[in-house]
Structures are given as structure tokens and as C-alpha cells.
């Protein structure tokens, strides 16, 4: 299974948006609602933000936002803070009864 | 509040085995699966497999087939990992996550594999 595709970096000013994509394939995001995405501050373990390509968990902030389109999924940071930069990891489950994860983007806040 | 605190780091010549254990608390260990995922330095993110605390039904990747084990330990709300066969590109950070969505992590583990 190969990896999603995700850009390598991406980066935006403070209190802009910024929209990540995740690029899979007709057997995983573009089959599945099952698109979860992940924040990684360096040498930590990553946060969980998005599941189910839409749904935030309780505690997460409105600032992040997702959706998909065929497939494509994508995420979206609405006001930009310093403390938003970090990597970005999106994961389909798949046709093959297996999870797999975007090759991670990462987030400059200029 | 719920806390995945997995065993220390870990240094492993090749060929050898390892096992990776992960304590959970504050929920119902049973109702949820525990994901294992690493990562190799400055690299990105890898499933390796899933393994459900209720009745030990396992999904592990394929490229790991036949050099993965994941087990659990309902009485001690404990997860186990173990890579055999371990080569130099298995040297990584590895963590255990509540479930499928993977909404709690540990720590994470790092093993290093090295002659």
C-alpha cells in the first residue's frame, strides 16, 4: 500500500488559513470516509484532530477543519497561530483492510 | 483522563527480537483496539497494526507479516509489540494508539538497531 501523497511544506502568515491536501487513491480516500489527520510538534507524539474526514474531536479547535473530494481529502487551519506550526499526517483506512498515512507536510507560520 | 505509557528505549543488534509494552488508564481497556505506528528518524509515519483488547483479533501490515506479534494483557490493561528479525532500517520511534482513530498516544518508544 503506498503512501498518500501530502505536500512536503506549506506556510502562511499569522490569522491566515492554510489548506493541506491528501492525495489517495479509488481504494482508500476515495472510497472510505475513514480520513484522520494528525498534528506533530517535534519529538513528540502526534495529536489526533480530524476523524472520519470531517469530525473534530472534543477539545480541538474550530480553527481546523476537514473535508474531501473524490480523492482528495484536505485539511484547513482558519487563523493561523505560531503554535500551528508543525508537521501534518493524514490516514485512510483502505481496501485492504489496512490503515495507511500521508508522507506528512510541514507547517511554517511565517 | 486516559494515559498510554509504554517501556523505555531499547538497543538491538541485528537479528534480534524486541518487545514494546504499552499500559493504559483511565478507560475501559477491553472496549477499545490498540494501534502500533513508527517512525524511522526524520521520517514520516508507518501503521504497523492493530490488535483488538477484546478478543485479540490482530491486523498487521502486510510488509511486517511474519515479523510482528501484538498481544494484550486484559488483567494488567497492557499492550505488547514485538519485532523479530530486526534489521537497521527497523530503527525507529514506535507508538501505541487507542484504537482505529488512534485519539490517545504514548510516549512512544525508541529502538535502535545496531551491531
Known amino acids: 500500500q503506498s503512501a498518500l501523497t501530502q505536500p512536503a511544506s506549506v506556510s502562511g502568515s499569522p490569522g491566515q488559513s492554510i489548506t493541506i491536501s491528501c492525495t489517495g487513491t479509488s481504494s482508500d480516500v476515495g472510497v472510505y470516509n475513514y480520513v484522520s489527520w494528525y498534528q506533530q510538534h517535534p519529538g513528540k507524539a502526534p495529536k489526533f484532530l480530524i476523524y472520519d474526514v470531517t469530525n473534530r474531536p472534543s477539545g480541538v479547535s474550530n480553527r481546523f477543519s476537514g473535508s474531501k473530494s473524490g480523492n482528495t481529502a484536505s485539511l484547513t487551519i482558519s487563523g493561523l497561530q505560531a503554535e500551528d506550526e508543525a508537521d501534518y499526517y493524514c490516514?485512510?483506512?483502505?481496501?485492504?483492510?489496512?490503515?495507511?498515512f500521508g508522507g506528512g507536510t510541514k507547517l511554517t507560520v511565517l | 483522563q486516559v494515559q498510554l505509557v509504554q517501556s523505555g528505549a531499547e538497543v538491538k543488534k541485528p537479528g534480534a527480537s524486541v518487545k514494546v509494552s504499552c499500559k493504559a488508564s483511565?478507560?475501559?481497556?477491553?472496549?477499545?483496539?490498540i494501534s502500533w505506528v513508527r517512525q524511522a528518524p526524520g521520517q514520516g509515519l508507518e501503521w504497523m497494526g492493530w490488535i483488538s483488547a477484546d478478543n485479540d483479533a490482530t491486523n498487521y501490515a502486510q510488509k511486517l507479516q511474519g515479523r510482528v506479534s501484538m498481544t494484550t494483557d486484559t488483567s494488567t490493561s497492557t499492550a505488547y509489540m514485538e519485532l523479530r528479525s530486526l534489521r537497521s532500517d527497523d530503527t525507529a520511534v514506535y507508538y501505541c494508539?487507542?484504537?482505529?482513530?488512534?485519539?490517545?498516544w504514548g510516549q512512544g518508544t525508541l529502538v535502535t538497531v545496531s551491531s
Open positions: 490516514s485512510s483506512y483502505t481496501s485492504s483492510s489496512s490503515w495507511v
Open positions: 494508539a487507542r484504537g482505529d482513530y488512534r485519539d490517545y
Open positions: 483511565g478507560y475501559s481497556f477491553s472496549s477499545y483496539g
